[in-house]
């Protein structure tokens, strides 16, 4: 993996007042992102505004697409022409987008949608906010393949973890998604932007052999194939179907198992490096509240009340949703007394915390359908009662 | 129309087509294979730099086009190959792109992509081979299906008016707009070759017969009987007004070029525009400033 410093000419070093969805699109510039494409859709439009507002001075194409069918496949295709690339959406658009973020999988393209989550289903609650595309990120596709998603729980963290979901998209060549929510893509926070040589940004695992050697689909020792972009003369050929090394569709079983295994295995076999997560008070901790984004935040309000009250509770932040935590989930398991796990929806990845934990301990489901946030008090009184 | 265009019997592009993926899915006597002739002999002719050339193509019969021939190609999802092309050439503005696909693809589920495309005047060529049905599927009813054709699932004929292509392009913004016939294969050639030279959004319909499938079900005999029908209903109008250019069953097939003409492009116009409104602030995009 090559490491490279950041272009000065995308990093607004500084501190700003900034909300969520512009520290996403400061997150992208500074990562390199040279190219966007997208549709306006609430609560996330003002990420393309300051996207198209900052990229003449810095050098890229802004383009707003017919639909966000057309931007998901707008994106594949700038990266396959040498761009980083990235969309954001919320609900609806992110719905639309389901079928061509399988292909960017089956492509193995590296880019970055962020999802600004609004209550949903269908038009739902345009302004208002929600958790419950959780699982659509991960299984929304049809077809089995392995994704990475992050949850910013500030305006900071939609810079920071931008910069992240580039770097693990370059290096896995795997759609990578920045899974934020209303409350934090409207807030407005200090976020503070280092200078460019403080940016760490992973390059491009570009191919650098004989030009018809070129196998787009060939694992290298890490597992991950090789890249080029279109232009270069490698005549490669790529495609949706199920494919060998050349990318050639190879239609049989065969083939499917080598491909989609590779799919697979390249995120799960690699999941201790890709995920993070913000632990406190674990050690002596009997009950454990799991959460994510927003509700983190109600969280811990709800923590220190409990603390106050004497309860010895521990928290767990999900930085990385996907691929889920199993390991460390199911290792705490067998120590603590109960989780609770307080979501904006109606039971999403708390069945993955339950499918962890085997019975092993209560999971305590906190559910909220989306609009606002949860009451700390609630949070408060489900500790309370599982540490009886 | 009434001089006689020549099949290119040979094939001269082994350079141009992936041999090691030859032979190919399609069905003998299927006119998807001679539109790829023209379109080998279009790229030889026109000299363009091979290497940054590009073809993408959806899902279909014709989505199978960008598998076998040896350019950067992609094989994208159905109806989506001309935003997929989008973003291509908006990243690597020195590519010149080709998108080539079924009329399913471009004009049904794509046909939003195909207007904006037009509209934006994206530097791009839409070549969609116009085979009257979902063939890939088996033979279902398509917005290019002529009225009263029948279809799999149109068993007692099609009800619904269909697009004409070439007026729907114009209509929409595209600076070249031609229509031939798997007969015209000289003439899909040079309308190819010229859009390969030109910049803007160019579209060029190949009306292809399905031997398998339309030509079946409607009982209208095989390849040859197709190319008779090309042969006996076609009329060449270059320029003609596209408004009167639609296509009825076994009806006339006006054919030739019918626009071609220059419109600053959508990188144009955005280098453009943005320099007027920015001043020095702005560096044009997608042009070399050494
Ligand atoms: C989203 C989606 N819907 C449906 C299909 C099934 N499908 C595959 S090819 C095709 C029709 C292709 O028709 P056309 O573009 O005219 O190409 P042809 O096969 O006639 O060359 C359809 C409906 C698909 N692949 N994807
Ligand atoms: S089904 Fe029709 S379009 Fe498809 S390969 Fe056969 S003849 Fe060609
Ligand atoms: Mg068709």
Redesign the interface.
Known sequence: MKKVKADPKGVLTGAHYLDGDYALAEGALAAGCRFFAGYPITPSTETAERFSERIPSVGGVFIQMEDEIASIAALIGAVWGGKKAMTVTSGPGFSLMMENIGLACMMETPLVIANVQRGGPSTGLPTLTGQQDMMQVKWGSHGDYEIIALCPDSPQECFDLCIDAFNLSEIYRVPTFIMADECVGHMHEKVVIPPAEEIELVERKWFKGPKDKYLPYKPDKDMIPFMVKAGDGHRFHTTGLTHDERGYPALNAEFQEVCVRHLVEKIRMNADKIIKLEEDEIDNAEIIVISYGITSRVTTRAVQQARKAGIKVGTIRLITVWPFPEKRIKELAKKIKAFVVPEINYGQIVREVERCVEGQAPVIHIPHCGGWVHDPDEIFKAIKEASK | MKEEDHLEEKNPMEDLL?M??IPHIWCPGCGIGTVVTSFAEALRKSKID???T?I?SG?GCTGRV??YV????????H??A???????????P??KVIVFSGDGDIAGIGG??FI?AARRNMDMIVICVNNFNYAMTGGQVAATTPTTANASTAPYGNYEYSFSLPYLAEASGATYVARWTALHLRRVAKSMQEALGKRGFSFIEVITPCVTLYARRNRLGDGLNLMKYYYEKSEIQHGADTRTVDISYQGKLIVGKFVDKEKPTFLDC?NEH?GKV?GD???S?GVSHE
Not at chain 2, 70 to 77: A, I, N, P, V, W
Request: glycine fraction near 6%; charged fraction near 25%.
């Open positions: 992936r090691d993926r091979l290497d940054k590009a993408v899902i960008a598998g040896k350019l950067d190609s992609f094989h994208t999802t109806g989506r001309i935003p997929f092309a989008t973003g291509l050439k908006l990243a690597n020195e590519l939003n992509h904006h955005m943005l920015l602030k702005y560096k995009y």
